[in-house]
C-alpha cells in the first residue's frame, strides 16, 4: 500500500511502528488508524491510498467467479474512490470490476460498477469510481468476474482519497 499526499510524496515515512492487523487495518504506535494518524500530523493534506497490482502480479481470475483481486481498509468519513481493472487478452464474454464492502458479497456498493465485453487482442480495461461514506473503519474490496470459460489473469488499481 503506499499513502501518499497530494505531491506524491510518502507522508506516512513520518508515522512511527507502524502495524497491519489481520483485517488489514493500518494502525500507528498508539492503536490510531493510519488516516486519522496522518490528518493529524497536517490537518489540510487529503489523503490519498492506493492498492496495486501489476500485470506481473496479477491474480489468475477462473471463470464464472466472483473473485477479489484488491482491496484498502479506510477510514471512518467521506470517500472518493476510483481504479481500474484490466484482463489479459481473450476474446470470448464479458469482464466485470466492483467494489463491495465485503468479502463474501456479490453486490457492489452504491453501484459502483462496471461490464464490458472482451476485446480480442488487446487488453480489457474496466474503470470505476464513486464516492462512499463510512460509519466505521471498513475494508472496501474490488471484486472482479469474467467468463471466458478458462482463468484470466487480472490487474489493476484501487485508490481512494478522504473528502470528510
Same mark, same amino acid.
Given at each position: 500500500?503506499?499513502?501518499?499526499?497530494?505531491?506524491? =510524496?510518502?507522508?506516512?515515512?513520518?508515522?512511527?511502528?507502524?502495524?497491519?492487523? #489481520?483485517?488489514?487495518?493500518?494502525?500507528?504506535?498508539?492503536?490510531?488508524?493510519?488516516?486519522?494518524?496522518?490528518?493529524?500530523?497536517?490537518? !489540510?493534506?487529503?489523503?490519498?491510498?492506493?492498492?496495486? =497490482?501489476?500485470?506481473?502480479?496479477?491474480?489468475?481470475?477462473?471463470?464464472? #467467479?466472483?473473485?477479489?483481486?484488491?482491496?484498502?481498509?479506510?477510514?471512518?468519513?467521506?470517500?472518493?474512490?476510483?481504479?481500474?481493472? !484490466?484482463?489479459?487478452?481473450?476474446?470470448?464474454?464479458?469482464?466485470?470490476?466492483?467494489?463491495?464492502?465485503?468479502?463474501?458479497?456479490? #453486490?457492489?456498493?452504491?453501484?459502483?460498477?462496471?461490464?464490458?465485453?472482451?476485446? !480480442?487482442?488487446?487488453?480489457?480495461?474496466?474503470?470505476? !469510481?464513486?464516492?462512499?461514506?463510512?460509519?466505521?473503519?471498513? #475494508?472496501?474490496?474490488? =471484486?472482479?468476474?469474467?467468463?471466458?470459460?478458462?482463468?484470466?489473469?487480472?490487474?489493476?488499481?484501487?485508490?481512494?482519497?478522504?473528502?470528510?
Amino acid at each position: 500500500m503506499y499513502i501518499q499526499d497530494h505531491t506524491g =510524496k510518502d507522508i506516512a515515512a513520518n508515522i512511527s511502528n507502524l502495524s497491519v492487523d #489481520t483485517s488489514g487495518l493500518m494502525t500507528d504506535a498508539t492503536g490510531q488508524d493510519i488516516v486519522t494518524a496522518i490528518q493529524a500530523l497536517a490537518p !489540510s493534506t487529503p489523503v490519498y491510498l492506493t492498492d496495486r =497490482k501489476t500485470s506481473g502480479q496479477g491474480v489468475s481470475v477462473p471463470d464464472s #467467479t466472483h473473485t477479489i483481486i484488491l482491496q484498502l481498509t479506510l477510514a471512518a468519513g467521506l470517500w472518493l474512490i476510483s481504479g481500474t481493472a !484490466s484482463y489479459n487478452s481473450n476474446a470470448t464474454g464479458y469482464r466485470q470490476a466492483y467494489v463491495t464492502d465485503s468479502p463474501d458479497s456479490t #453486490t457492489a456498493i452504491n453501484t459502483i460498477t462496471e461490464i464490458e465485453n472482451a476485446v !480480442s487482442g488487446t487488453i480489457t480495461s474496466l474503470s470505476f !469510481s464513486g464516492v462512499v461514506e463510512l460509519a466505521s473503519s471498513t #475494508t472496501l474490496y474490488v =471484486k472482479v468476474r469474467q467468463n471466458s470459460g478458462s482463468n484470466l489473469n487480472t490487474f489493476g488499481v484501487f485508490n481512494a482519497v478522504k473528502i470528510a
